[in-house]
């Protein structure tokens, strides 16, 4: 692979290299064909430049275990993640500017991010170039502080409020997701994809336009509630009317999850966009920062509300009729295509309000950010008994905790591969869920 | 860069993904993969997961044993396990659940990989590079260890990296895979895997242990991921994010291309898969000026249209090229 | 087909002698089921408290819509485990209680379903081998070796043939079971059922669907299946098939049997009637309205109808038929 894409670059067609190393798979490419590669023993020479950098917490503590990406000035991109020393490394082989990116998903809890991409300017061949970038907070294992957790206790309340919160941002997601499933069938993978959207969308409202965040969200609402709609009215009615088997649709919503996420890499790039620029503290009894408390607070409020609609108004019961028994639905004289459209429209303004909140609350958002939470969202459904709104709820609070929590022992990503057991170990016991019913045969 | 050399550059590259290790490596994945999802109408959507495993399993053994056969076993052996920690909960249950716990399953095998939890095994993000574990593969090669030979306008060594030796390697191993998986689905065996992929409970009342079989169909299609996971990598690195979620879903491209529940579909449909990206990403390549679509750009471009390609094809062909339009509705 | 010995005048003889009361015993059982309760959240769909089936007879299985018939017959085929763990039932003295649904397949006893369930993206054929038990090209392991099992298939094709000749599915034989029509799905649940040898076959509402001209055909293949030895338990609404054709009935209502007895005499029964009516108060009564007629009476008018109906049903199937040709 690599003998073919140097001779190739010696007759200076680089893009055909991009070409033959996609061939050879996608993920590789990025090593094949591009300048930067991890470089853990980066020595300056003529044709190389070391870009380096340690990350701290505010105590000056090393943060080890974070992924950092650099993409070089053709685009090409490496990961590492920093080590016991909190030091991240990377051999570089052209001039320029690159990206640095820290992953915030894979902070210590208790540690924050205000911008998650930095730009390590002229970096020249045969030098070294060093990267400052800024932390906030402090988590496990650090010195006491008088703002952020101190004991174990402390730590634990902490992750379990961050739980609390994540669980909520799910709830909002997965609701849709599971109202969608309720009545159409879809098991929709694109779901993901619709609260990056809301992220994408809070950072182009806030930080492009300038406006106040909370008229970015606003927005970010009513653009993902609108391709809701759309959604349902160009793809999914027809559908319907076609009279497609659910898991025909399922592959054509991994179809669409597909584009959406290239799409978006198309658009914005592969590295983590902030949706605000000030750094926030951790504070306040349940040690989130301000944007956490505001994310909590509009979740709940937006959940009781959907809660009140689905359960007091006569489209809500509706909607609860058609996800229940979709024929006896229609026989009793409701519009089952108005309501599924209805569903898809709140569904994806949902979706959309979570992917917001989520990019605020992380301070960045990518194009896998609904992707990495997609899992998190069916598990909660799955766990609270697929097609039950109330299921997803509940689900998406014991998957938020269950996440954070174990991130006080597990670094990185692997705490949502904790909930993911936890999906798998429920699913032995409870296959109904918790909340849902078992079917019958014959 | 004129007209004819562009074509000559194109046909060369179209040449190269055709017997590249690569395509071989997908095949295989789509080969098990058509067993679960066209025979028995399993949706197992955590297929790079069993490839992943394979190529981990074979990549450590090797590097810490030398033994490129105790590899083969061990990555076959993983496949099993984890084969059975799956299916044993799950085959039982509703569709969804399943295939809900065969991603789950791939993200948890990703992200173990990708964290460096486990850096010293694994390489974490790093990585597993191809030069600690591809040794004893190139040892076996009866062909010459220096040199490189071309064929038409294909050039490459005769053994080591992505040589000749791989590639007459891995294409073996999809003539011998594709006779397995025929003589498998032609057979009464095959032929209860279909009833269950119809209607399971039908053929549980004429006395068929349902569950077995589909045990049985999980695991052989999840060795057949496991090969292609090993063959995918014996050309490159063993990296966590190389074989994710995409990589799934561009085997069931494939598998959807060429015809689920058919033998050849899934060699089709890789086939012609890998050329069409080549083709597209050299003409976007040459045609489209960088102004517009940037390098990094231009691989993202094709995925686009390979998503949107994956929805037309279920929308409107769900038979692919070779299917049977009314053996494959998809019903339920 | 099993020897069975058959004689349906022993066999009549033999029934008349059964008390015509819930859950008598039957002089040879080939059934026998205990205490099998099933509840759905508050509602109890199934309660039997004790159950005899007569080896080599037709018993009909009756009773209003939501009786629990169908939840009873997925307890005892193992496609759903009763509330209680006190349920016992043996099938030919051996307990399947708690069997997993193909052990009982296995165990010799085969059901069909009441929504029809065709494997329609295979063919008829496909379909019928299916059905086979005994088959090695099954196991995995020797199914790669096809040698191995050629032979066994041949016998079984020309017994899925023969299978089809008698339920008039031979020229359907390569067609896709989708494409098959309601009725003609039920016939082939049937026959492929029948594949396998079954001592009892247990249907589920075998006629519901399905044409008069159909109709009288299966009846007559679920009277032979007897006179071959076969023991047949079925559901059905339609009262003058049941009268026409079974041994013996059985009367479910809210999950409880409350009445058994010959086909003649389990009309009059009070609970029964009580049943039916009960359940049907305040519907159109329409059918049901002959319940409160004398069911010997009618029976009698329905043996001289049917006789003059049969020469006209025979004229009809051909027609059908010719008009089927001429479509395809
Ligand atoms: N899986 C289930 N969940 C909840 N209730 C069920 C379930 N299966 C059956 N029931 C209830 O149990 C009762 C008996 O149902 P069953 O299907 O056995 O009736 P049946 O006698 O076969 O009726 P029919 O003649 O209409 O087919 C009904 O009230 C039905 O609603
Ligand atoms: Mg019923």
């Not at chain 2, 498998?184 to 569950?211: H, Q």
């Not at chain 3, 067609?175 to 001592?199: C, F, I």
Request: charged share 15%; hydrophobic share 50%; glycine share 12%.
């Amino acid at each position: 692979m690599r003998n073919l894409s140097t001779s190739l670059l010696r007759r200076g067609i680089v893009a055909a290299a991009v070409g033959i190393a996609l061939v050879l798979g996608f993920a590789t490419a990025s090593f094949a064909a591009g300048g930067v590669t991890a470089g853990a023993s980066c020595q300056p020479d003529p044709t190389t430049a070391c870009i380096q950098g340690t990350l701290r917490d505010d105590n000056g503590n090393a943060v080890a275990g974070v992924k950092v990406t650099a993409t070089d000035p053709s685009g090409a991109s490496a990961s590492v993640t920093t080590d016991a020393t909190g030091v991240f490394k990377f051999a570089g082989t052209a001039a320029g500017d690159y990206r640095i990116a820290i992953d915030p998903a894979t902070l210590p809890s208790g540690v924050t991010i205000a911008s998650p991409t930095t730009t390590a300017k002229n970096v020249q061949l045969g030098a070294l170039k060093p990267v400052i970038i800024a932390l906030a907070g402090h988590g496990t294992g650090s010195q006491s502080n008088d703002i952020g957790p101190s004991t174990t206790g402390q730590l634990v309340w902490q992750a379990f409020t961050q739980g609390l919160l994540l669980g909520l941002l799910l709830a909002l997601a997965s609701i849709g997701l599971s109202l969608v499933y309720g009545t159409t069938g879809i098991s929709n993978f694109a779901h993901g994809e619709q609260v990056t959207l809301g992220g994408f969308m809070a950072y182009i409202f806030s930080l492009q336009l300038g406006w106040n965040f909370v008229l970015a969200s606003l927005m970010a609402v009513v653009v993902g509630a609108a391709s809701g709609y759309v959604q349902d009215l160009a793809i999914w009615a027809p559908l319907r009317r076609k009279g497609i088997g659910i898991s025909q649709l399922m592959l054509v919503s991994i179809g669409l999850s597909f584009a959406l996420q290239y799409l978006y890499q198309f658009f914005f790039g592969a590295l983590p966009l902030p949706v605000t620029a000030d750094i926030q503290q951790i504070g306040g009894p349940l040690y989130l920062t301000p944007s956490g408390y505001w994310s909590m607070g509009v979740s709940i409020v937006v959940l009781v509300l959907v809660g009140l609609a689905l359960t007091r108004t006569r489209i809500g019961r509706a909607t609860r009729a058609v996800a229940d028994n979709p024929a006896l639905a229609a026989a009793s004289g409701i519009d089952n295509n108005r309501i599924i459209r209805l569903v898809w429209t709140v569904s994806m303004g949902l979706a959309a309000l979570s992917g917001a909140l989520y990019a605020l609350v992380n301070n960045g958002i990518n194009w896998s950010t609904g992707l990495s939470i997609l899992l998190l969202m069916f598990a909660a459904v799955t766990l609270g008994g697929i097609g039950t709104a109330f299921g997803a709820l509940v689900g998406s609070l014991i998957i938020g905790i269950v996440v954070q929590m174990t991130g006080i022992i597990l670094p990185g990503d692997l705490k949502y591969a904790t909930a993911l057991l936890v999906l798998i170990v429920i699913l032995i016991f409870r296959p109904q869920g918790i909340l849902g019913r078992s079917q019958r045969v014959g | 860069m004129d007209f004819g050399q562009f074509l000559v550059q194109l046909l060369t590259d179209a040449g190269g993904s055709l017997v590249s290790a690569v395509t071989a490596a997908f095949v295989l994945a789509a080969i098990g993969l058509n067993l679960h999802f066209g025979y028995t109408g399993l949706i197992n959507i955590g297929q790079a997961g069993f490839m992943l495993l394979g190529a981990y399993g074979f990549a450590i053994t090797v590097e810490y044993s030398g033994d490129f056969w105790l590899g083969l076993l061990v990555a076959i052996v993983v496949a099993i396990i984890a084969a059975l920690i799956l299916g044993l909960p799950t085959l039982r249950l509703r569709g969804d659940y399943f295939s809900i716990v065969t991603i789950a399953f791939a993200e948890i095998i990703r992200m173990i990989g990708d964290s460096p939890a486990l850096q010293s095994l694994t390489g974490g993000p790093v990585g597993i590079q191809g030069f600690k574990f591809q040794g004893p593969f190139v040892a076996l090669s009866p062909l010459p260890h220096e040199g490189t030979l071309s064929l038409g306008p294909l050039t490459a060594p005769y053994t080591g990296g992505d040589s000749w030796w791989l590639r007459i390697v891995t294409w073996g191993a999809v003539v011998i895979i594709a006779l397995i998986a025929l003589l498998l689905v032609k057979s009464p065996w095959g032929r209860v895997l279909r009833g269950i992929r119809e209607d399971e409970d039908a053929v549980r009342s004429l006395g068929k242990n349902v569950n077995l079989v589909k045990m049985q169909s999980l695991i052989i299609g999840a060795v057949f991921g496991a090969l292609g996971g090993v063959f995918y990598v014996l050309s490159g690195s063993v990296q966590a994010d190389g074989l994710g979620r995409s990589q799934t879903f561009l085997i069931y491209t494939c598998l959807l291309l060429g015809g689920a529940a058919t033998v050849f579909g899934p060699i089709l449909g890789s086939l012609l898969y890998f050329v069409f990206t080549t083709i597209l990403t050299d003409v976007v390549t040459t045609y489209v000026p960088h102004t517009v679509m940037n390098v990094t750009q231009i691989p993202q471009f094709v995925w686009i249209l390979v998503g949107v390609g994956l929805m037309l094809l279920v929308i409107f062909r769900p038979q692919g090229i070779l299917g049977n339009k009314r053996e494959l509705n998809f019903i339920g | 087909m099993t020897d069975y010995p058959y004689d349906r005048t022993a066999l009549r003889a033999e029934l008349a002698t059964v008390d015509e009361l819930p859950g008598s015993a039957k002089p040879e059982p080939i059934l026998i089921v205990d205490r099998i309760t099933r509840r759905f959240g508050g509602i109890t769909a199934v309660d039997v408290e004790h159950l005899e089936v007569q080896r080599g007879a037709i018993t009909a299985l009756i009773g209003p819509n939501g009786a629990g018939k169908t939840t009873f017959f997925n307890i005892i085929t193992g496609f759903d485990s009763p509330s209680a763990k006190e349920a016992r039932w043996r099938f030919q003295g051996e307990t399947i209680a708690s069997a997993s649904s193909f052990k009982v397949a296995r165990a010799g006893m085969v059901r069909t379903f009441q929504l029809t369930k065709a494997l329609s993206a295979m063919t008829v054929l496909d379909n019928m081998l299916l059905g086979s038990q005994a088959q090695a090209g099954e196991r995995l392991l020797r199914s790669v070796f096809w040698p191995s099992w050629t032979g066994r298939e041949k016998q079984l094709v020309e017994k899925a043939d023969e299978l089809l000749e008698r339920f008039t599915l031979h020229d359907k034989r390569e067609d896709y079971a989708g494409s098959l029509s309601g009725g003609q799905r039920k016939l082939l649940e049937m026959a492929r059922a029948l594949m396998s040898d079954p001592a009892m076959i247990m249907l589920d509402e075998p006629m519901a669907g399905v044409n008069p001209a159909l109709t009288q055909s299966l009846l007559g293949h679920i009277q032979d299946l007897r006179d071959r030895g076969t023991t047949v338990l079925f559901v059905e609404h339609d009262m003058h098939m049941v009268q026409h054709i079974s041994d013996w009935v059985v009367v479910m209502a809210e999950g409880k049997i409350v009445a058994e007895g010959r086909p003649g005499s389990v009309m009059k029964n009070q609970a029964v009637i009580d049943a039916y009516l009960g359940s049907h108060h305040d519907q159109d009564l329409g059918d049901d309205a002959v319940l409160e007629e004398d069911f010997d009476e009618l029976a009698k008018v329905e043996e001289t109808e049917r006789e003059v109906e049969e020469e006209k049903l025979e004229e009809y199937v051909e027609a059908v038929r010719e008009a089927e040709g001429e479509e395809n």
